[in-house]
């Protein structure tokens, strides 16, 4: 399976800049630290575990890692205990971007049917990209939200709420593609993999054939030929409607 660290995932929004990420070596498990944050919407107080450190071993073909000891997901992002407001943890120190998200905003997206029937980590991930949605940040930031989310569903066996998050996800991941906001251009292969990757999980054929295909065509990098050789092996794949 692909090593995560084979691009940058700090640059894709995943995960605090605190965190760091090593391959699995059955020494290093998920690793918590508890922080104080200051909501940004209610200005409540409150303390929250995020992560520090994460190890993995292997992973799915939309890079969902096998995760060696607790699965972070859910500490990944931070919720207030109060209003709810949900996002990473760097973003609750810029309030100049998040003063504008009301608690009656939140409340309105929560009570949206999709939410409703999200497993409750996958739910966070929905309300912080439907936030970032709202104050219109990088689509490559959003998509990561709801590409995680995703993973949650499946760790959940919910296929059916895992389809619309995938479906969230690369709708805002091909934005990112095709209007060039993915901020390291040494991303670009894999982002344009991902795209296709979901398309096929989604049994869209046409789409899939036509991002895994792509590829070849924003590789730059020689040392990224992992990342074509993937992609050839899931588009031969699409063509047998393998998932």
């Known amino acids: ?21 090593t391959r699995g070596s059955g020494q290093v498990t998920t690793k918590l630290v508890q922080q ?8 409540s107080d409150f303390d929250s575990n995020v992560v520090e450190a994460v190890s993995h071993q292997g992973q799915d073909s939309d ?3 096998h995760y060696i000891g607790d699965d972070p997901l859910e500490h990944f992002l931070v919720q207030c205990p109060n209003c709810r407001f949900c996002a990473y943890p760097d973003d609750f120190g810029q309030s100049g971007d998040v003063e504008t998200i009301s608690q009656s905003r939140i409340c309105e ?13 996958a739910q966070m991930y929905y ?3 439907k936030l970032y949605e709202f104050q219109k940040k990088n689509p490559y930031h959003i998509g990561n939200l709801y590409l995680r989310g995703s993973w949650v569903c499946r760790k959940s066996d919910n296929r059916k709420a895992e389809i619309e998050m995938q479906q969230l996800a690369v709708k805002f991941l091909r934005v990112s593609v095709e209007r060039s906001t993915v901020a390291n251009p040494d991303n670009l292969p894999v982002v344009t993999y991902l795209v296709g990757e979901l398309y096929r999980r989604l049994e869209d054929k046409s789409q899939a054939r036509e991002w895994l295909n792509s590829v070849e065509e924003v590789l730059i990098d020689q040392d990224q ?5 993937l992609a050839k092996k899931q588009a031969e794949l699409n063509e047998h409607f393998i998932n």
């Not at 997206?109 to 980590?121: F, Y």
Request: charge should be positive.
């Open 1 to 21: 399976m692909i090593d995560l660290q084979r691009y940058n995932d700090n640059d894709s929004g995943c995960q605090s800049s605190a965190a760091r990420q």
């Open 109 to 121: 997206i929560l009570e949206q049917p999709l939410a409703k029937k999200l497993p409750k980590v």
């Open 36 to 43: 104080h944050f200051r909501c940004p919407t209610c200005l």
């Open 127 to 129: 309300l912080a990209g």
């Open 63 to 65: 890079f969902y890692p």
């Open 225 to 229: 030929q992992w990342i074509l050789e």
